[in-house]
Each structure stands twice: as structure tokens, then as C-alpha cells.
């Protein structure tokens, strides 16, 4: 079966800290896709980033970067030196090729302190 | 670019009123389409998808129902909220070829009271 597990629940760390925002994921297929979003406090999902299953090179967007290790069958995302806009609750997700349904983590809600 | 709309913004409804939240997307063509609950302070949960006009798959058994009488429309209904209705609802779009990215709208936010 398939699962997203994101084991810290909710974090806070003091502005212009690194921190680092786990995902841990089970498939047994070869050919899947990975995502992140975030979700600030209006409500609306924004899409992150997608990676796939045959791309393990890390990848840096301005403060995000995020750490695809398919030997730990992890993705992870770090934001670097965190600002009080990146306060939100963020989700790790997957989907199998050809599939239509997306498998959501629980969402791991980050606090960044002024 | 596409773009997707939800309405209403937020919803406060009495225990046994109707419901119909709507949702369309602009700028695609045979999207696939997903409702999503998201209760307080907790994940996202899959309602309903729709890969066509007319083609509803339920995820949850429940007192909700959704319908596709458009391509880029998608309606979520109740014909008795219950209590438990409340919460975060979200509507997102992909495109129709699976494995393929969603992308939400702003969401609705309801309250059954």
C-alpha cells in the first residue's frame, strides 16, 4: 500500500533559522511522483514542487531546497534562513504513475517566530 | 493560464439545510476535477473525483454528492448538512493524464451550525 508519513507534527523555529520539514513515503512501484504544498493561513493549497521517481538531483528554488533520497524513501524540504511569510502548514504527497488520486501526508505545521 | 474558482468563500449553514458549493476551472479542457475536506487542524480528505461530464467516483461514504454537468464545473451537494459537515472544503484541478499535478482553489469555508 501506499503511504506519506510526516512524523513532525508541528514545528517553531526563530526567524532566519534553517529548518528542515520530513517526508517518508512506501510504494512498491518503480514510476511514481512526489510534490510539495503549502498551505498559509488563508486556506489555499500552493503547489511546490514535483519531482519523479527517476530524478533523485536536489533541487534549490531561492530559500527551498528539497532532498530526494529513494534509498530512504525520503523527500525532504528545507527552507533556508526562514522569514515570518513561510508560517504554514506544509504537506508532502505522491502519486503512482497513471494514477489520478494524489496521497497527501498529514501536513506538518511550521511556525516561524519574529 | 488556468485558473480555478470556488464559491461561496464561507458558508454558514443551520443542521438540515441544503448545500452547493461550486467550483470551475478557466483556461483547460477536460480537466480532471477533486473535492477535498479538510476538518480543523487536520489533513486533506478526498471526497469525490471526475475524470469526464457525468462521471462522479466517491471516496467517502456520506450525505454528500457531487456532479459534473460541465466540463469545467463541479458541484458538491447535500440535501441535510449534518454537524460533521463542517470544515475546509477545497476543489482542485489536473489535467487528464494521470500522475499529474493538482492544483487547488481558494476554498470554501463551511460552518454548520
Known amino acids: 500500500a501506499q503511504k506519506v508519513t510526516q512524523a513532525q507534527t508541528e514545528i517553531s523555529v526563530v526567524e532566519k533559522e534553517d529548518v528542515t520539514l520530513d517526508c517518508v513515503y512506501e510504494t512498491r512501484d518503480t514510476t511514481y511522483y512526489l510534490f510539495w504544498y503549502k498551505q498559509p493561513p488563508s486556506g489555499e493549497l500552493v503547489f511546490l514542487i514535483r519531482?519523479?521517481?527517476?530524478?533523485?538531483q536536489n533541487e534549490i528554488s531561492g530559500r527551498y531546497s528539497w532532498n530526494f533520497q529513494k534509498s530512504t524513501s525520503s523527500f525532504n524540504f528545507t527552507i533556508t534562513a526562514s522569514q515570518v511569510v513561510d508560517s504554514a502548514v506544509y504537506f508532502c504527497?505522491?502519486?503512482?504513475?497513471?494514477?489520478?488520486?494524489?496521497?497527501f501526508g498529514k501536513g506538518t505545521r511550521l511556525h516561524i517566530l519574529p | 493560464s488556468q485558473t480555478i474558482h470556488q464559491w461561496p468563500a464561507t458558508l454558514v449553514q443551520p443542521v438540515g439545510s441544503p448545500l452547493s458549493l461550486e467550483c470551475t476551472v478557466e483556461g483547460t479542457s477536460n480537466p480532471n476535477l477533486y473535492w477535498y475536506r479538510q476538518a480543523a487542524g487536520r489533513g486533506l480528505q478526498l471526497l469525490f473525483y471526475s475524470v469526464g461530464i457525468g462521471q462522479i467516483s466517491s471516496e467517502v461514504p456520506q450525505n454528500l454528492s457531487a456532479s459534473r454537468p460541465q466540463d469545467r464545473q463541479f458541484i458538491l451537494s447535500s440535501k441535510k448538512l449534518l454537524l460533521s459537515d463542517s470544515g475546509f472544503y477545497l476543489c482542485?484541478?489536473?489535467?487528464?493524464?494521470?500522475?499529474?499535478?493538482?492544483?487547488f482553489g481558494p476554498g470554501t469555508r463551511l460552518l454548520v451550525l
Open positions: 519531482r519523479n521517481s527517476f530524478d533523485e
Open positions: 504527497a505522491l502519486i503512482m504513475n497513471r494514477d489520478d488520486k494524489i496521497i
Open positions: 482542485a484541478w489536473s489535467a487528464l493524464a494521470g500522475s499529474e499535478t493538482q492544483y
